[in-house]
Nanobody
């Protein structure tokens, strides 16, 4: 069974930096896109950044120039380096993967989520 496990959240002061990591494990055939979404209190979940298997990236306008997403295809991991953090970056950050999982019939492609990790930016 596929699992996505995040790490690296916490409390940081405005202007500070933090790195989130996510590791996918289980019966994985292939991972297409990996990304980070975030959900602030009272708001909808939104994309922060994503990266495909070829290394192409997309960023939300609000994080461009401050966040950098990267992945290690061999290790099935994705990371998000966050710099110049602002209070408005405070949210639960969720790792996401579009991947193919082995099953008895071959494989199933689907969207998988981690449990979320809290980032709080505050002085």
């Amino acid at each position: 069974q596929v699992q996505l496990v995040e790490s690296g959240g916490g409390l940081v002061q405005p202007g500070g930096s933090l790195r989130l990591s996510c590791a996918a494990s289980g019966g994985i055939l292939s991972i297409y896109t990996m990304g980070w979404y975030r959900q602030a209190p009272g708001k909808q979940r939104e994309l922060a950044a994503r990266i495909n298997s070829g290394g192409s990236t997309n960023y939300a306008d609000s994080v461009k120039g401050r966040f950098t997403i990267s992945r290690d295809n061999a290790k099935n991991t994705v990371s998000l380096q966050m710099n110049s953090l602002k209070p408005e970056d405070t949210a639960v950050y969720y790792c996401n993967a579009d991947l193919a999982e082995y099953n008895a019939k071959g494989y199933t492609r689907g969207d998988y989520w981690g449990q979320g990790t809290q980032l709080t930016v505050s002085s």
